[in-house]
């Protein structure tokens, strides 16, 4: 029935992707692109500012001649393209921008006015009231059954429950989500479809998840990287360059006394400057933030898609992110002299109060195996938490001490040695890539607990393709140095750092950052938050706890750690999509030259008609194609610049060779077919 109620997996995916040429995008952005002509709002691109101040300008001199009664044809059609060239530019932009609405407003539909039931009492689930979800504050406590939607974003805190998160990642299989562990957090919007869960509201209204993702994908919060600011200085003192360029040239002209008019300058001035990347590059921005929606990445700023483009070292938590995570107790391995029944006992007082998937499987093992079944808390217990510095949990019960964790942490903590025979049951485990957890009554080694987790599967193939990549890849985990190689292995990692801390995460990082390097991380655990927030890209997965989400950069949905790689190709599509396209534009000009500059002093200068290489027919002819082509490559590159140029693995050179040969050379070239076939067209109709 379940599965019949949701939409198949991947297809609510593809409904929140909008089409590059959907009608209900393109009839949004036209006017969107009109509201942009604000000069208010342009001063922020001074190619297109100073192209919209040029337009201005030509348009009153062609109102002036017409009043005038002079000739006012070929200035208002220079003005008239000119502002097309304005507008072409802020159409790529708001398109761009209008795919990114499109699926916030998906988005939106997802967010939830529901009442919740606010928890009266936090230990009483029967004592709740309804609560508007707008109303919730942080730190509130509300029940979530089956058949509720989550009201807000929260940690739960007790209970377990399937979450239907198709709302938010597009897919419909459901989730677990639990107390304890990497599996805590819940986002608002979300369905539960079984069992019931008291979630702590961690986010305040007007500040979730959801609204977070929806601000991004329009666009609201995105902020210029520093490559495009630079990029807008270099194109900054291109326009002034030129613009000096083309005054001289008044003074060129007057020496032989013809002096080009205004409207001709002014022709010029455009068609030199970089209008093209210069109208693209917003476009080229946003559209890669859109991208990494359609893989179901948010990203929270544009700096850290340009930086996942330059990674060159990844940290990954291994627990949930290379591993599904969900370890679960295969065996009791006795010490000599010890029953496995008495290490099961031992095991069942040290677990009581672990609320981890990990200690309820063993809970449930030694049910299944010994048919031990465990007591309630005693109120008189004292509980020995678990912390991630000394990596040993338990309990205190009726003075007996109850202890279990790592096996070389609780060996010390209890000074006492391990036994041969339980040192190669240890070894074994580890080997056998299962985490070995030692068992102790009243420092008294019993023996240990064989706990197995479960490598992804094709995760292995996806790092050997980052490896192609040129990105090393480090596995950090908290289990000992065997267990450790033994997933490694399996997983295909370049390295691993074993029995590694918050504070060991957070060295190793830095020590690469030393070096020069951009350093990615992947996590899912609060534990992992010091480190996601440190790396210069730090991917946080959607089923991990609040912190974690907090403090990475960006947050999978799809909570696959190997989705780096389409992150990293995202990336660098993007630096390569804005290079080539620079590329592109500026080598435009040179065809530019060939059409304008023999137009405008042909007359003092018969000998420049030998520049004419595109035989156009007449010097405004060739003005007038001049503008038309500078103003149509804009649209034409629209597709492209959302779209990104294709990514494929290479060196630097390679690449620097291939975007010389396919955009340089193109660049080059075809001006000189547009400016002639759009010649031959003015000719043909008699335009000029």
Same mark, same amino acid.
């Given at each position: ?137 942080? %730190? /509130?406590?509300?029940? $979530?059954?089956? #058949?509720? =939607? !989550?009201? @807000? &974003?929260?940690? +739960?805190?007790?209970?377990? *429950? ?18 304890? %562990? /990497?599996?805590?957090? $819940?986002?608002? #919007?979300? =369905? !539960?479809? @079984? &069992?019931?869960? +008291?979630?702590?509201?961690? *986010? ?40 000096? *360029? ?40 946003? *559209? ?401």
């Amino acid at each position: 029935m379940l599965e019949h109620s949701m939409p198949p997996q991947g297809e609510a995916r593809r409904a929140l992707v909008p089409s590059l040429l959907d009608p209900a995008i393109l009839s949004r952005a036209v006017p969107a692109a009109i509201r942009k002509l604000n000069p208010l709002t342009l001063v922020r691109n001074p190619v297109i500012f100073t192209t919209e101040v040029v337009s201005a300008l030509v348009t009153a001199l062609a109102v002036q001649a017409a009043v005038q009664g002079g000739a006012w044809g070929f200035p208002a059609g220079i003005a008239a393209w000119l502002w097309l060239t304005v507008l072409f530019a802020t159409f790529a932009e708001a398109v761009a921008e209008g795919r990114g609405r499109a699926r916030a407003e998906s988005l939106r539909r997802a967010r939830t006015e529901t009442a919740a039931k606010l928890l009266l009492r936090g230990d009483d689930r029967t004592l709740w009231q309804p609560r508007a979800a707008t109303e919730l504050r942080v %730190g /509130d406590l509300v029940l $979530v059954e089956a #058949g509720d =939607l !989550v009201p @807000s &974003d929260g940690e +739960v805190i007790e209970g377990i *429950a399937s979450v239907n998160e198709a709302a938010v990642t597009g897919e419909s299989a459901p989730v677990i989500r639990e107390s304890g %562990g /990497d599996r805590s957090a $819940v986002t608002g #919007g979300t =369905l !539960v479809v @079984s &069992d019931w869960l +008291v979630v702590r509201i961690t *986010a305040a209204p007007g500040s979730t998840f959801l609204d977070r993702m929806i601000s991004l994908v329009e666009g609201a919060s995105r902020q210029k990287t520093p490559n495009e600011i630079a990029l807008d200085i270099l194109l900054a003192g291109m326009t002034i360059i030129f613009l000096i *360029a083309v005054v001289t040239l008044v003074g060129l002209a007057s020496w032989n006394g013809q002096p080009p008019s205004v409207t001709v300058l002014a022709a010029l001035l455009i068609t030199l400057i970089p209008t093209t990347i210069g109208g693209l590059l917003s476009a080229i921005g946003i *559209a890669g933030m859109d991208r990494l929606v359609r893989f179901n990445v948010m990203a929270t700023s544009g700096r850290a898609v340009e930086a996942a483009g330059d990674v060159d070292v990844l940290l990954l938590d291994k627990t949930g992110t290379i591993t599904f995570g969900n370890r679960a107790c295969a065996g009791f391995h006795a010490a000599p002299g010890v029953t496995e029944y008495a290490l099961a006992q031992a095991a069942v007082f040290a677990s009581l109060a672990d609320e981890t998937p990990e200690g309820r499987s063993i809970l449930a093992f030694a049910r299944e195996r010994h048919a031990l079944v465990a007591p309630a808390l005693p109120e008189a217990a004292q509980v020995v938490p678990f912390t991630a510095q000394t990596r040993i949990s338990g309990l205190d019960l009726d003075g007996t001490r109850y202890r279990k964790g790592a096996v070389d942490s609780l060996v010390k903590a209890e000074g006492t040695t391990l036994p041969p025979e339980l040192a190669q049951a240890v070894d074994r485990i580890a080997r056998q890539g299962a985490t070995p957890l030692a068992v102790a009554k009243d420092g008294v080694l019993l023996g240990a607990i064989e706990l197995k987790d479960i490598v992804k599967p094709g995760i292995r193939e996806r790092f050997a393709s980052l490896r192609q990549m040129g990105i090393r890849t480090i596995m950090v985990t908290g289990d000992n140095r065997l267990t450790a190689a033994a997933i490694a292995a399996e997983a295909g990692v370049d390295d691993f750092l074993a029995e590694a801390t918050p504070e060991d995460k957070l060295r190793t990082i830095r020590a690469a950052q030393a070096e020069g390097r951009l350093v990615a991380m992947c996590g899912d655990g609060t534990n992992d938050a010091p480190a996601l927030a440190q790396a210069d890209v730090g991917m946080a997965m959607q089923t991990g706890t609040q912190a974690a989400r907090e403090a990475g950069n960006m947050v999978d949905l799809d909570s696959d750690p190997t989705k780096l790689i389409e992150v990293v190709e995202i990336g660098k599509q993007l630096l390569i999509t804005r290079g080539a396209l620079t590329t592109f534009s500026i080598a435009n000009d040179v065809a530019k030259y060939f059409a304008i500059l023999p137009a405008i002093f042909v007359a003092s200068y018969p000998e420049l008609q030998a520049l004419n290489v595109m035989h156009l027919a007449s010097p405004e002819s060739a003005i007038m194609s001049a503008v038309i082509f500078n103003a149509l490559i804009i649209v034409a590159l629209v597709p492209l610049a959302l779209r990104g140029v294709g990514y494929a693995p290479m060196g630097a050179a390679a690449l620097l060779r291939r975007n010389l040969l396919v955009y340089g050379l193109g660049g080059l070239v075809a001006p000189f077919i547009g400016i002639k076939l759009i010649d031959l067209i003015l000719t043909l109709i008699g335009a000029v």
